[in-house]
């Protein structure tokens, strides 16, 4: 139909004819696209785009991940396609801060994901937690968590840590004494 695109969509990829269901209802029309080809990412961010004065409407659509099927209300029959939002923004990562201090064992750091965009790819990335390895016996001011690669269902990625600097003491102190001397000590 050569009509412009609302900023953020591209048509559907998919080769695919939908077949339309429309009935007229008092508040408007339902139209029905079945989109049973495309991808999971695809079918989350998927909206009916209506061609209405000669450029496509972005329709507030209903998704029905069991049946494969897209709905939108509308006013009138005219054109309408399967757009696919774009998204190309990744998940937005936070984690506490790290102690200040020295810990006399390994630290844990909380950190959760969140995505405006089409949601996570992975429900355990939305809370999870980084911790340092510092083995017994060590101590260092230079610890460092490992790191997490959180993608979001655009397959748009971000990674967080190593979180790095952590002070971490897991030695025993020794003991010397030095005065007075000639003596047995316990």
């Known amino acids: 139909l050569n009509l412009a695109l609302p900023g953020g969509f591209v048509l559907s990829g998919s080769s695919q004819a939908f077949q339309i269901h429309t009935s007229a209802i008092v508040s408007g029309i339902q139209v029905c696209l079945a989109a049973p080809g495309l991808s999971a990412a695809d079918f989350a961010g998927a909206a009916i785009l209506h061609g209405v004065n000669g450029a496509w409407q972005v329709e507030p659509t209903t998704r029905d991940a069991a049946t494969r099927v897209l709905c939108a209300t509308v006013s009138s029959l005219s054109p309408f396609a399967v757009g696919v939002r774009l998204d190309t923004t990744p998940a937005s990562i936070q984690c506490d801060a790290a102690p200040a201090g ?85």
Do not use: K, M
């Open 102 to 186: 020295w810990s006399a064992a390994n630290v844990t750091v909380t950190c959760s994901a969140t995505d405006s965009g089409l949601g996570l790819a992975a429900a355990s990335d939305a809370s999870f937690t980084l911790s340092t390895t510092v083995a017994d016996g060590v101590e260092t001011a230079a610890a460092s968590t490992g790191s997490r690669h959180v993608c979001d269902l655009g397959g748009n990625c971000a990674t967080v840590g190593p979180i790095a600097g952590i002070r971490i003491d897991r030695r025993a102190p020794t003991a010397q004494i030095t005065a007075p001397a000639g003596r047995r000590y316990v």
